[in-house]
């Protein structure tokens, strides 16, 4: 499952979003869990909806994305220890920042300014590495000295990379490693290399813009950065959306100059960021989505489903959603030449509905 922390200054809204998203989707979670302050959300799927419009499945299972919200300053989580831990076991983090203008609560250092609010979170995001960093290294030069050992000589020189840019800071992901470095250093989960989705919390006024977050982000002088994202929603609105039904919500939207809701925007932004996409499976018992990574091979994409269907693996029948969406089976799909047989090797697209064939 992607797993997602929620960030930002304090106050700035991200337990209204951590609410707005574990409402609105909420898979029978009670609010017990929600008091533990991790939530998992269905991930709205329209293709999904419609697939199983089509073969009246016993059980349609949504992919899941699971958020965990935390309180305040990053460097005061450090100080009690536990909670950063969850944070460092995240993929991703959706860092809040406050752009709604609010008399009764000032904002942070008594001014709004979205890219201050960035770059001071970002300070705690490499600190935070910066120790870890130091004291690694501590150990190593000494280690080294001691013994010769070829793993810790390879560490040496990548953490010693590391520790230069945290020290201009520069977060982590923008420094360019070898896939081999990347290995190296993932098992100290740095929270810097982690992607970040920037979630700008927009004013009543600034709504409709929710869905121009781009434009916005430009607007407010943030600048594109690798391997970050920018995405926007109005937490007041979303809010009293979460609320409403479905027939009222579309009103309540369209009365605002919003489309849909941010939970469908957010997740996407998620998935873009992430570089994660969504193939389905289809049948009488089950309509599943499944998350994978883009570039996933179809043996790899069988391997998500079941061990057993991997190391079975025949042949994926691939049928793209557009086409079942017309044609309204698999039969139909064939006879209209728009099922393929693939191999192991057949790197799996969006959207795409897959049939393993396999033994055993
Ligand atoms: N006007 C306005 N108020 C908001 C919006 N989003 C959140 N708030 C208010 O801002 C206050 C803080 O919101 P929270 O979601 O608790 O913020 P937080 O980041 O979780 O705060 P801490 O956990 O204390 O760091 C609450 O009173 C919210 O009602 C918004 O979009 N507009
Ligand atoms: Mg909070």
Redesign the pocket.
């Known amino acids: 499952m992607l797993r997602i922390g929620i960030v930002g200054l304090s106050q700035v809204g991200?337990?209204t979003l951590f609410q707005i998203l574990t409402r609105a989707h909420g898979s029978g979670l009670g609010s017990g869990r929600v008091e533990a302050h991790v939530g998992v959300v269905r991930v709205p799927d329209a293709r999904l909806d419609r697939l199983a419009e089509i073969y009246q499945p016993k059980k349609t299972v949504h992919a899941t994305v699971e958020y965990v919200?935390t309180?305040g300053s990053i460097i005061e989580l450090a100080r009690k220890g536990v909670e950063t831990q969850s944070l460092r076991e995240m993929d991703a983090l959706a860092h809040v920042v406050r752009a709604f203008e609010d008399d009764a609560l000032p904002p942070p250092d008594g001014c709004l300014n979205p890219q201050r609010d960035i770059e001071n979170v970002e300070l705690e995001l490499i600190l935070s590495d910066l120790s870890i960093v130091e004291k690694r290294l501590e150990r190593l030069e000494k280690d080294v000295k001691k013994q010769k050992n070829p793993a810790l000589e390879k560490e040496l020189p990548v953490l010693t990379v590391c520790k230069g840019a945290l020290e201009k800071q520069q977060p982590l992901r923008e420094v360019t490693l070898t896939p081999e470095e990347e290995r190296l250093v993932r098992g100290f989960t740095f929270l810097s290399l982690k992607p970040a989705l920037y979630v700008l919390n927009l004013g009543e006024r600034d709504a409709a813009r929710a869905d121009a977050a781009e434009q916005f982000a430009a607007e407010a002088g943030l600048k594109q950065r690798p391997r970050t994202a920018v995405s926007a929603i109005c937490g007041k609105v979303e809010a009293e959306l979460a609320e409403l039904g479905d027939a009222d919500a579309a009103e309540f939207l369209s009365s605002y100059g919003l489309k849909e809701s941010a939970v469908a925007r957010l997740i996407r932004a998620s998935y873009r960021l992430l570089g994660l996409i969504s193939f389905f499976t289809v049948g009488e018992d089950e309509c599943r989505a499944w998350t994978i990574r883009a570039g996933t091979t179809a043996l790899d994409a069988a391997g998500e489903i079941h061990s057993d269907i991997q190391r079975g693996f025949i042949r994926a029948e691939v049928v793209k959603f557009d086409d079942l969406n017309v044609a309204g089976s698999f039969a139909e799909a064939r006879t209209r030449a728009q099922l393929r047989l693939e191999g192991k090797e057949y790197v799996v697209h969006d959207g795409e509905v897959v049939h393993f064939r396999h033994s055993g």
């Open positions: 991200k337990t919200d309180a």
